[in-house]
């Protein structure tokens, strides 16, 4: 995207990479959260952005879709949303990264994670999403990728 001159900005969420809030100082799914919310709200009104993530950013993205729709072109990420729990969503973690930088995570309950992501049809499916398949995926099945 950077070669492509676009601006990239990488946002570690609370607990991962090189964000160094340890998981018992987030013990809110919001507060993990923050660090895209509060990207997201400085972006100025007239200003789009594409949100690309893995895992359990796909949950982070989906919050931000409904929150800020007009402010997102593209996304790509396994996310829940109106028509799928996010209790129902498998995740796993990248065990390369995972390797370097392993430290504790705070384990959100489903009733926080839900509470704090509430979808609605006109804003969270108003961002326009391209989805790809990963045909061989073992862990994450395809109904879950489209």
């Given at each position: ?12 969420l609370g607990t991962s990479g ?108 108003s961002v326009k999403r391209v ?15 489209k």
């Amino acid at each position: 995207m950077r070669s492509s001159g676009h601006n990239v900005t990488a946002i570690d969420l609370g607990t991962s990479g090189i964000n160094p809030k340890q998981a018992l100082e987030i013990p809110y799914y919001s507060y993990y959260l923050s660090p895209l919310m509060e990207f997201m709200a400085s972006i100025p009104a007239h200003e789009k952005v594409i949100l690309v993530g893995h895992n359990f950013s796909g949950f982070a993205i989906s919050k931000a879709m409904e929150s800020f729709p007009e402010k997102i072109v593209f996304i790509t990420a396994l996310m829940p949303g109106p028509t799928l729990n996010a209790s129902t969503v498998v995740y796993t973690q990248d065990l390369a990264l995972a390797t370097t930088l392993v430290r504790p995570v705070y384990l959100y309950s489903v009733k926080d994670v839900s509470n704090e992501i509430v979808f609605s049809r006109k804003r969270y499916e108003s961002v326009k999403r391209v989805v790809i398949v990963a045909a061989d995926d073992k862990l994450i099945k395809k109904e879950f990728q489209k």
